[in-house]
């Protein structure tokens, strides 16, 4: 068999790769925690990311209550720059707009 006819032969098969612990192919994106069967668009993941990263925040609102001394405003009003931005790249319906917004709000850990 010819290289171009195995070629061929894989042109219906995804070829994943690792990149910084997500993985991807020509049109699926899995990213980092999510199992390797799950296809997650990015319509579904860029509201999941809205939705955490609200929660973080309310959080941190509440920690700011709770103990006045702790500065969270400045990230609050960050936080919630990024989610704005997200809900405004869902209703443009640009795909690089909305790639950017998630990127943007999966740099928010879910550490507290």
Same mark, same amino acid.
């Given at each position: 068999?010819?290289?171009?006819?195995?070629?061929?032969?894989?042109?219906?098969?995804?070829?994943?790769?690792?990149?910084?612990? +997500?993985?991807?192919?020509?049109?699926?994106?899995?990213?980092?925690?999510?199992?390797?069967?799950?296809?997650?668009?990015?319509? +579904?993941?860029?509201?999941?990311?809205?939705?955490?990263? !609200?929660?973080?925040?309310?959080?941190?609102?509440?920690?700011?209550?709770?103990?006045?001394?702790?500065?969270?405003?400045?990230?609050?009003?960050?936080? !919630?720059?990024?989610?704005?931005?997200?809900?405004?790249?869902?209703?443009?319906?640009?795909?690089?707009?909305?790639?950017?917004?998630?990127?943007?709000?999966?740099?928010?850990?879910?550490?507290?």
């Amino acid at each position: 068999m010819s290289d171009d006819q195995k070629a061929c032969e894989n042109t219906d098969k995804e070829i994943w790769r690792e990149r910084d612990g +997500d993985f991807r192919a020509d049109n699926i994106f899995v990213p980092r925690g999510a199992a390797m069967t799950e296809a997650v668009t990015l319509a +579904d993941a860029l509201p999941n990311e809205i939705k955490r990263v !609200q929660e973080k925040r309310e959080r941190w609102l509440g920690y700011g209550q709770k103990y006045p001394n702790m500065m969270v405003g400045p990230a609050c009003a960050m936080m !919630q720059a990024e989610i704005d931005e997200g809900i405004a790249a869902l209703a443009s319906g640009d795909v690089f707009r909305m790639l950017r917004a998630h990127e943007a709000l999966l740099q928010n850990s879910s550490d507290d």
